[in-house]
């Protein structure tokens, strides 16, 4: 009995119990098959697992994590289905890396997602989710700017959430991007003061999305060039 009760309190601190629950207010604004909502619960469970222990989102957001989080990085897949090679930047506890990959594993066989933390506890959360889940995922747990460095393939798609502001974020996107590349980039309420300042020593061809999860936008970066 004591097992189910902690069983449930758990599903009520990752705000999958009840009628109207949040898990089930992502899923109206997501929709996704069975088959990833399973992903995604296993995934979401392991999180909360690790959470006791190593900090990996912010403890305020989990009775909201599946809204707050997870729906938040799966409406970034609707922006590049067809992507075959994906880059997560500061991937931290997974998102929006992890969510996008379980589409991917259902959706477009083949493809791969890079993630990018340094952070060795949470690459090391990055590897089991990947193996827990099953998922078309390697963890490379170094620098962004080492990674970037090194890296030699040709991605279709730099994703990077609350990482850093434009200023900050776009030289580390910049070594990456190949002709066709697409960055995707969740922004607040703040992205038109971003772009403001980026503007200053960048050109930027872009355009934005409205987020489907809150008042803030998706910033999509077709190209990009030092001034």
């Known amino acids: 009995m004591c097992a189910e009760k902690a069983a449930a309190q758990q599903g009520r601190d990752l705000g999958m119990s009840g009628e109207g629950s949040d898990r089930e207010r992502a899923l109206a604004l997501i929709p996704v098959s069975r088959e990833t909502v399973a992903r995604l619960d296993r995934f979401v469970e392991l999180l909360a697992t690790w959470q006791k222990t190593t ?80 998922l078309p995922v390697t963890v490379h ?34 070594s990456l991007l190949k002709a066709g590349t697409k960055c995707l980039f969740p922004k607040g309420q703040d992205v038109a003061a971003e772009l403001t300042e980026a503007s200053k020593y960048w050109t930027i061809e872009y355009e934005m999305a409205p987020s489907k999860t809150g008042g803030g936008h998706i910033l999509i970066v077709h190209s990009l060039a030092r001034k």
């Open 141 to 174: 747990a170094e620098r962004i700017e080492d990674f970037a460095q090194g890296f030699e393939g040709h991605a279709d798609v730099v994703s990077a959430r609350a990482l850093a502001p434009l200023v900050k974020l776009l030289p580390d996107a910049y």
């Open 55 to 134: 900090n990996l989102i912010s403890p305020a957001t989990l009775p909201e994590i599946w809204t707050r989080h997870v729906a938040d990085s799966l409406q970034l897949f609707s922006l590049a289905p067809e992507a075959r090679l994906w880059i997560d930047l500061g991937s931290g506890g997974g998102f929006p890396g992890i969510p996008v990959a379980c589409l991917m594993a259902e959706k477009t066989p083949g493809a791969q997602m890079l993630l990018v933390e340094s952070n060795g506890k949470k690459a090391a959360f990055l590897r089991e989710a990947a193996r827990i889940v099953a």
